[in-house]
């Protein structure tokens, strides 16, 4: 069975400084990977998925399968970067999302 | 953009009745919702793969008699807890899988029902 493990509840980080989000995934195949944020009293949305690679309000994340990681960083962290974030694996297609239990970012002034 | 409106938004009701949720894809079709149960500070679980004109397709442990799901068409799904009881007592949330163009394949997130049994 698949799995999503994000081992810290909350993170917090000074304005300015570098951020990681940790996510490790366990799935035997190959897998389709998301970050999810929700800002405060809003829903939850796509932040970013691994197949685009991109770079997303400066957040990127990249898929180690090696390591079975997709650790979601950004360089400098922005106030309005306090949210939560979920990671969430897709296998075997079809959108039936496993979801992290979610990280709290906090980016203090 | 693409968006879900699930209503009610929140809901309190005494324990053996029922409820039901509503979730809308307002701006897109969507032959695909998925609905998800979240306690708190834990993750979201999905419960359940909602198909228009089909049965739901119910993820192992959930009674797919306890939550009774409805896809009547390509904009709603609906989500009825029968018989609540206070262990019931979450947050629902839904989800729509888009059907068509750009948002093919691409989940929007409804804002969540807060049920409470008392």
């Known amino acids: 069975a698949q799995r999503v493990t994000q081992p810290e509840k909350l993170l917090s980080v000074f304005k300015g400084a570098p951020v990681e989000l940790k996510c490790n995934y366990s799935?035997?195949?190959?897998?389709?990977l998301f970050w999810y944020v929700q800002y405060s009293r809003q829903r939850l949305q796509l932040l970013l998925r691994h197949i685009s690679r991109e770079s997303i309000k400066g957040f990127t994340a990249d898929l180690n399968k090696g390591e079975t990681s997709f650790h979601l960083k950004k360089p400098f962290a922005q106030e309005e970067d306090s949210a939560m974030y979920y990671c969430a694996l897709n296998a075997g297609g079809g959108n039936k999302l496993t979801f992290g239990t979610g990280t709290q970012l906090k980016v203090e002034l | 953009g693409a968006v879900v409106s699930q209503h009610p938004s929140w809901v309190i009701c005494k324990s053996g009745t029922s409820v039901k949720i509503e979730c809308r894809s307002l701006d897109f079709q969507a032959t695909t919702m998925f609905w998800y149960r979240q306690f708190p500070k834990q993750s979201l679980m999905l419960m359940a793969t909602?198909?228009?004109?089909?049965?739901?397709?119910?993820e192992q442990g959930v009674e797919k008699d306890k939550f009774l799901i409805n896809h009547a068409s390509l904009t709603l799904s609906t989500l009825t807890v029968t018989s609540a009881h206070p262990e019931d007592s979450s947050f629902y949330i839904c989800?729509?899988?888009?059907?068509?163009?750009?948002?093919?394949?691409?989940?929007?997130f409804g804002e969540g029902s807060r049920l409470t049994v008392l």
């Open positions: 799935y035997s195949g190959s897998p389709e």
């Open positions: 909602s198909n228009e004109g089909s049965k739901a397709t119910y």
């Open positions: 989800s729509a899988r888009g059907s068509e163009g750009h948002r093919f394949g691409e989940l929007f």
